[in-house]
């Protein structure tokens, strides 16, 4: 297995701490865990890592359950990286049973347009397709998908369904691909995790939410579905309770606090329970 290293974020807070297993080169949230022994394992982006938080709902699940929990949690992963590293889908079909937090819709290579392949957050290129159903835009100075996405929004006509509709089949068909890949049973976590237009760079136009034909679609396909709203903790009173470097505030009124992870755990554990 790779080490336990430290990403110089600022905070000095124990979200810093992430590890590397063998196989995979993503980053998760540390620290290490030996996979000697059974496990579940908890796979998601953002969330699923806990940025800012000392116990992300991965760690709170393991008490409630009395099992080993991986956090596989993994900053801007969206459904290439969990689909294309190897290393990654070891770790899962190791596993006893997965909680998978669904990906962002946009973080995924599509007809239109290119992601980095472990920074899914990341826009590489557009296309053909985009170029010719956008001939207006220049996308020199686009580097984010969400950034991308609020741009195409903003012309306010039919052309941008166009893409969302390639982008929710496209989301189906490589979730249908994860899911048939891996041995072990998996519970999909969807977080509806709500915040104000106003609190994100782009806003809530830079959004194409997970709906729920999109689950219904993926639904025979795992153990069981999650659906969860959540509050940021700039919404939810929560900022006080995080762990964060003085530059970091803005960063960490986006993201959800302890009590949103004690939420989802809850949840999660009752589910599982019902199942056994």
Known sequence: MSGTSYHQTGSGGPEDAVCQYDGSRLWFRGPQRSLDTPYMACVGGTETFGRFVERPFPSILEGKLDRRCLNLGSLF????????????????????????????ILGQSNRFYKVHPRRNDRFLAPTDDLCSLYPEIDFTDVHFVHHLVSLLKGHQDARFEVVAEDLRKNWVGLLRELFNSLKAPVILLNLDVRRQSDECEFGTDAQVPVSAEMLGAVRPYCLDVVDLFVNVSGQSEELEDMLFGTLQQPMAEHMIGPAAHRKIAETLSRRIWDLQ
């Open 77 to 104: 992963c969206g459904v290439d990286a969990l689909l294309r590293d190897t290393g990654l889908r070891s770790l899962l079909s190791g596993a006893e049973m997965c909680v998978l937090q669904a990906p962002d």
